[in-house]
């Protein structure tokens, strides 16, 4: 028998307007209102130790902080299953944990089967519970699920409760090495005397260290798959941009995108800056391991490569104001050329009606044009040139 520790990031349409959130138990307060309609969970406040206060705390900001630990109580009636809990975090986000046992021994590990198993039960139990949620009216600052503006707002892909991944941890029994365990966890990463962490397979060496271990492995999964998704999202928004440029008939409004474009990108900003505050308010064993993750799972590149993602699509956006702003200008510089030549217009209408009132028979001037050539004839030429001029007015400038 093996007693696996599951982590499983779940998208939820659970989200607040973050920078206006004054404390984590403001969160936590608007969820308990607003979960109090639903039978089949129990939540409670998160209770790691925030702060300063000593080295068993860790001053993290609101953004890395569970607003909530939801007990999921069907879960608790599968057999296989020891505990299942839900921890809530802000944009879309949670971490399922999931204390799962396998009757089989280290060597007949069937991984897919592990992560089938979760996905199979998030579905059956937690799907519902999602979809529950989705419906409630909710109150500020909690968002409203269908005008979210910086992930997608699909009702499936927010209560399907399918995991982005599943990430497997066992404790190492004390009659047994750590090499063990070496093909099953098949690649280690980043090794300490706590842990060694492989992509989606991870092993605790000492037991006694499973709450600091836990902490940082819950913390760490929200912020890889908060990573994920705004990768994600910021390669979906420039497929859009080149749909605009190279398929016409299926183009998105610039203006209905533009805006939430830069509220997006804003928001980005905002979140890189609580990654660096998290970082710094890690403290004691956990400030290790938030390291080793880090290194573990490229952290630093994947941000790269999210700040590049970012300034690609900000350029993006400046492009494509600039475009509109080319057009408006193009379209007033031609209404204002438009207005200017009916000036012409209104000169020879001016010019046939003197040329009815004055004779200048020794004289021969411009009203002469007017004398040769009928009033109408005149008139509908002028207009012609002033269509003609116009239009290449339009086409030409820049």
Known sequence: MLDFEIYAPINVPINWQSELITDSEQRYKLL?????SIQSIDIKPNNWLMGYGSLEHDNLPDLY????????????????????????????????????????????????????????LSQQHLSPILEQIYTLKTSHPLIKPSVYKFFNNNHEELTNAKPLWVARMLTQNKSLSSEHYINWIKNIDVQTDLLQLGSGNSLLKKEEFFSDVHRIMVMSQFHAALMYRIEELLKGNLKKFNSNHYNESASTPLSSYLADQQYRNDHIEYINIQVSAASAGVQGRRRELLQQFNTAWGCEVQRERIAQLVNLTQVRIDRLFQDKLRQQNRSMQTLLGFLGSLGLI?????????????????????LDLVHVISAENVLSSTVMIVVFFTLYFYKNHE
Not at 84 to 110: F, K, M, P, R, S
Not at 361 to 366: F, K
Request: proline share 1%; glycine share 2%; hydrophobic share 45%.
């Open 32 to 36: 308990k209102k607003f979960f109090s």
């Open 65 to 120: 902080q569970p607003a909530a630990v939801i007990t999921l109580t069907e879960f608790k009636k599968e057999d296989d299953i020891r505990h299942a809990d839900l921890y809530v975090y802000d944009n879309c986000l949670a971490i399922l944990h999931v204390g799962l046992v396998v009757n089989t021994d280290i060597t007949h590990i069937d991984d897919l089967a592990i992560s089938q198993r979760i996905e199979h």
């Open 346 to 366: 209104s000169l020879v209408i001016d010019l046939i009606s003197i040329e009815r009132e004055v004779t200048h028979n020794d004289t021969m001037g411009l």
